[in-house]
C-alpha cells in the first residue's frame, strides 16, 4: 500500500522543519564576536584571529596590545563615561598608526572595553562609541579604515578584575589586536 501525495508532502515538510530546527539550535551554539560596525554583516572567531597570525613576525599575542608583548602597539584608556581621546591617548594612537603603517599586511581590530558600572547594553554602546572615536582618530593619520575592524566587548573582558578605581580605570580601554 503506497502513501499519498499529500501525505509524502507532509512528511516533508515536517523533516524540513526539523532539519531547520537543528540548524538553527546549532548556529545559536556557536560564539562569535560580531562587530557593531566592521562592516557587512562581518564576525570575528578570536581562535581564527588567533592561529592566523601565530607564524607571523609582530610578536603575536592573543591578548593584543593588552598583552604589552607587541612593540609599538599599545592599548588607550579613558575617563568615566566618555568616548573623548584625551591629549595623551592622542599621542599614543599616533605610535600605534606608525606600526599599523609598518605592517601593511595586517588589519587591526579595535576592541572597545568599559568597567563594569552600568547595563549591559549601555556598556556596549559605550565601548563601541570608543572604538569608533579609536578608529575616527587613525583614519585622520591616514589609516585606511578598511584595516580597523571594531567590536564592542563593554564591560565581558575586564583587564583587571575589582570594583574599586584602579580596576575601572584599567578596564575602560580599547585594545588593539592584529588580524591578518
Same mark, same amino acid.
Given at each position: 500500500?503506497?502513501?499519498?501525495?499529500?501525505?509524502?508532502?507532509?512528511?516533508?515538510?515536517?523533516?524540513?522543519?526539523? /532539519?531547520?530546527?537543528? &540548524?538553527?539550535?546549532?548556529?545559536?551554539? $556557536?560564539?562569535?564576536?560580531?562587530?557593531?560596525?566592521?562592516?557587512?554583516?562581518?564576525?570575528?572567531?578570536?581562535?581564527?584571529?588567533?592561529?592566523?597570525?601565530?607564524?607571523?613576525?609582530?610578536?603575536? =599575542?592573543?591578548? +593584543?596590545?593588552?598583552?604589552?608583548?607587541?612593540?609599538? /602597539?599599545?592599548?588607550?584608556?579613558?575617563?568615566?563615561?566618555?568616548?573623548?581621546?584625551?591629549?595623551? $591617548?592622542?599621542? $599614543? /594612537?599616533?605610535?600605534?598608526?606608525?606600526?599599523?603603517?609598518?605592517?601593511? =599586511?595586517?588589519?587591526?581590530?579595535?576592541?572597545?572595553?568599559?568597567?563594569?558600572? +552600568?547595563? $549591559?547594553?549601555?556598556?556596549?554602546? &559605550? +565601548?563601541?562609541?570608543?572604538?569608533?572615536?579609536?578608529?575616527?582618530?587613525?583614519?585622520?593619520?591616514?589609516?585606511?579604515?578598511?584595516?580597523?575592524?571594531?567590536?564592542?566587548?563593554?564591560?565581558?573582558?575586564?583587564?583587571?578584575?575589582? =570594583?574599586?578605581?584602579?580596576?575601572?580605570?584599567?578596564?575602560?580601554?580599547?585594545?588593539?589586536?592584529?588580524?591578518?
Amino acid at each position: 500500500m503506497q502513501d499519498s501525495p499529500k501525505k509524502n508532502s507532509s512528511l516533508q515538510i515536517l523533516k524540513l522543519g526539523v /532539519l531547520a530546527l537543528a &540548524l538553527v539550535s546549532a548556529a545559536a551554539c $556557536t560564539k562569535k564576536n560580531v562587530q557593531p560596525d566592521g562592516g557587512a554583516g562581518t564576525a570575528v572567531d578570536s581562535s581564527a584571529a588567533d592561529s592566523a597570525l601565530a607564524d607571523k613576525d609582530i610578536s603575536y =599575542d592573543s591578548m +593584543g596590545s593588552d598583552s604589552g608583548n607587541i612593540a609599538g /602597539l599599545n592599548t588607550v584608556y579613558f575617563e568615566f563615561d566618555q568616548a573623548r581621546l584625551s591629549n595623551e $591617548t592622542k599621542e $599614543t /594612537l599616533k605610535a600605534n598608526a606608525d606600526w599599523i603603517r609598518n605592517n601593511p =599586511d595586517v588589519s587591526v581590530q579595535i576592541e572597545g572595553h568599559t568597567d563594569s558600572r +552600568g547595563s $549591559t547594553e549601555y556598556n556596549l554602546s &559605550l +565601548g563601541e562609541r570608543r572604538a569608533k572615536a579609536v578608529r575616527q582618530y587613525l583614519v585622520s593619520l591616514g589609516i585606511d579604515s578598511k584595516r580597523l575592524p571594531i567590536i564592542s566587548y563593554g564591560e565581558e573582558k575586564p583587564l583587571m578584575p575589582g =570594583d574599586n578605581e584602579a580596576s575601572w580605570g584599567k578596564n575602560r580601554r580599547a585594545n588593539f589586536v592584529p588580524l591578518r
